[in-house]
């Protein structure tokens, strides 16, 4: 049995775990998955990831969640098996066994708290004994076979992990800001104090992001008693995520995908994820007038009194400076924050598999159907820069199950290639085949 190794225990690993727990049990062959997290399953959705202060609300509905859509095609005669087995680990299935599913639906199917989210992620592991290395990945090294992880324990000691396959999921870091200084706060600093109501007493506060980082930080600050609060990012406006049938469609269906054009597929991800609100917090927002957009990149932060002053810059004018008492840098996660894992072999050899220097780009290219980097013969997953070039749902909560079957595909495809050799005369087949 080959080791998937994956780097976070969110969604996606959850979601890829549980599936291969199904097909485990269905007598399919599935990999041996192991899951590195620092935090807790979920860490993310809680506080202690440093993302939010898990009082906030899902972005998404949580019926999209670790089996959905649940459609799998790949296991031929076996399919309708997987999909009924998935449904044990589902949402609903979550509430039935804690006893609230009709309030949920009387309530009118509200999306949950992220704590709650997180009960749901621990929930589905501990059904299926996810196999969970508590500790951080210290460094990424490529070996004969596969992949070698050190991974650094709470007590100071580092392990050495070998897997046949990585999967690296998450936002990277919540702790990095734009600069070091005192009014100037990363996401985490932000969630700390915010959830210790010890925000410092502000007049004017910028919050630097327009994506659904900064929109859940704006919607913790209108609670709060400001002047003023400036939303900083270079887009035009501040954009409502596009949530009709049709945009979610090509979501939670990446089939759709491969009939888009290269621009057709950026103007989808550019309208309806990458630096937009959801509904909910754009309705939120509306209808208080202490929220302003400011068009720029931050160029400088520079020290001014007591507080802090940001020089944006925008193509078509001269440089702006803008004075704030606080500034929360809620850009978000890092894409490419995985490389500084890597040493100077792995990277050579990633470097090889993209043909060039490691770019955001360059990497996004290369994602093949199954979520791996072509061209690497040790299978390297990046789901969260799958969007180009597989479908916007992967690196989201939008088509988790989708994710997981490819990410598994080979394994059962692997094995029904090889049972169909043994019918043909051609060999004979692994001894996890079932007949």
Same mark, same amino acid.
């Given at each position: 049995?080959?080791? +998937?190794?994956?780097?976070?225990?969110?969604?996606?690993?959850?979601?890829?775990?549980?599936?291969?727990?199904? +097909?485990?049990?269905?007598?399919?062959?599935?990999?041996?998955?192991?899951?590195?997290?620092?935090?807790?399953?979920?860490?993310?959705?809680?506080?202690?990831?440093?993302?939010?202060?898990?009082?906030?609300?899902?972005?998404?509905?949580?019926?999209?969640?670790?089996?959905?859509?649940?459609?799998?095609?790949?296991?031929?005669?076996?399919?309708?098996?997987?999909?009924?087995?998935?449904?044990?680990?589902?949402?609903?299935?979550? &509430?039935?066994?804690?006893?609230?599913?009709?309030?949920?639906?009387?309530?009118?199917?509200?999306?949950?708290?992220?704590?709650?989210?997180?009960?749901?992620?621990?929930?589905?592991?501990?059904?299926?004994?996810?196999?969970?290395?508590?500790?951080?990945?210290?460094?990424?090294?490529?070996?004969?076979?596969?992949?070698?992880?050190?991974? &650094?324990?709470?007590?100071?000691?580092?392990?050495?992990?070998?897997?046949?396959?990585?999967?690296?999921?998450?936002?990277?870091?919540?702790?990095?800001? +734009?600069?070091?200084?005192?009014?100037?706060?990363?996401?985490?600093?932000?969630?700390?104090?915010?959830?210790?109501?010890?925000?410092?007493?502000?007049?004017?506060?910028?919050?630097?992001?327009?994506?659904?980082?900064?929109?859940?930080?704006?919607?913790?600050?209108?609670?709060?008693?400001?002047?003023?609060?400036?939303?900083?990012?270079?887009?035009?406006?501040?954009?409502?995520?596009?949530?009709?049938?049709?945009?979610?469609?090509?979501?939670?269906?990446?089939?759709?995908?491969?009939?888009?054009?290269?621009?057709?597929?950026?103007?989808?991800?550019?309208?309806?994820?990458?630096?937009?609100?959801?509904?909910?917090?754009?309705?939120?927002?509306?209808?208080?007038?202490?929220?302003?957009?400011?068009?720029?990149?931050?160029?400088?932060?520079?020290?001014?009194?007591?507080?802090?002053? +940001?020089?944006?810059?925008?193509?078509?004018?001269?440089?702006?400076?803008?004075?704030?008492?606080?500034?929360?840098?809620?850009?978000?996660?890092?894409?490419?924050?995985?490389?500084?894992?890597?040493?100077?072999?792995?990277?050579?050899?990633?470097?090889?598999?993209?043909?060039?220097?490691?770019?955001?780009?360059?990497?996004?290219?290369?994602?093949?159907?199954?979520?791996?980097?072509?061209?690497?013969?040790?299978?390297?997953?990046?789901?969260?820069?799958?969007?180009?070039?597989?479908?916007?749902?992967?690196?989201?909560?939008?088509?988790?199950?989708?994710?997981?079957?490819?990410?598994?595909?080979?394994?059962?495809?692997?094995?029904?290639?090889?049972?169909?050799?043994?019918?043909?005369?051609?060999?004979?087949?692994?001894?996890?085949?079932?007949?």
């Amino acid at each position: 049995m080959q080791t +998937l190794l994956v780097v976070g225990a969110g969604p996606k690993a959850l979601a890829v775990a549980a599936k291969a727990h199904v +097909l485990r049990k269905l007598g399919l062959p599935a990999p041996r998955v192991v899951v590195v997290e620092p935090h807790a399953v979920g860490g993310n959705w809680l506080p202690s990831g440093g993302w939010t202060d898990g009082r906030h609300r899902l972005g998404t509905s949580p019926e999209k969640d670790v089996g959905f859509p649940y459609h799998s095609t790949w296991a031929r005669g076996r399919n309708r098996e997987i999909n009924e087995a998935m449904h044990a680990f589902s949402w609903t299935a979550f &509430l039935v066994d804690r006893g609230g599913y009709a309030e949920w639906i009387d309530r009118g199917r509200p999306s949950p708290h992220h704590h709650v989210w997180a009960e749901y992620l621990q929930w589905v592991g501990h059904r299926i004994d996810l196999e969970v290395v508590s500790g951080r990945v210290n460094s990424i090294s490529p070996a004969a076979d596969g992949w070698l992880v050190s991974v &650094l324990g709470e007590d100071g000691v580092l392990t050495q992990l070998d897997a046949d396959e990585l999967m690296i999921t998450g936002p990277g870091r919540s702790t990095r800001a +734009l600069a070091d200084h005192p009014k100037v706060l990363s996401i985490s600093d932000f969630w700390e104090l915010a959830g210790k109501r010890a925000l410092p007493v502000s007049s004017r506060v910028a919050v630097i992001g327009g994506g659904e980082t900064a929109g859940s930080a704006l919607d913790e600050l209108v609670c709060h008693d400001m002047l003023t609060v400036s939303v900083i990012s270079p887009m035009a406006t501040l954009y409502t995520r596009g949530e009709s049938y049709f945009e979610n469609s090509l979501y939670s269906d990446p089939g759709k995908w491969a009939g888009l054009n290269l621009e057709q597929r950026r103007d989808v991800i550019r309208r309806t994820d990458r630096g937009v609100f959801s509904v909910r917090v754009q309705e939120s927002l509306l209808g208080d007038n202490r929220i302003h957009h400011l068009q720029g990149r931050v160029m400088r932060v520079t020290d001014r009194n007591e507080g802090v002053e +940001l020089t944006l810059r925008n193509p078509l004018r001269a440089d702006q400076v803008h004075a704030f008492d606080l500034v929360v840098d809620a850009t978000g996660g890092q894409p490419l924050w995985f490389l500084e894992l890597f040493d100077a072999d792995a990277a050579d050899l990633l470097e090889l598999s993209v043909g060039g220097p490691l770019t955001h780009a360059r990497i996004e290219a290369a994602i093949g159907y199954d979520l791996a980097v072509s061209n690497l013969e040790s299978k390297l997953y990046l789901p969260n820069l799958a969007a180009l070039t597989q479908g916007p749902g992967f690196p989201n909560l939008s088509c988790l199950g989708e994710l997981s079957d490819r990410v598994l595909r080979p394994a059962v495809g692997g094995a029904e290639a090889a049972a169909r050799a043994v019918v043909s005369g051609g060999g004979t087949p692994p001894q996890l085949l079932v007949g």
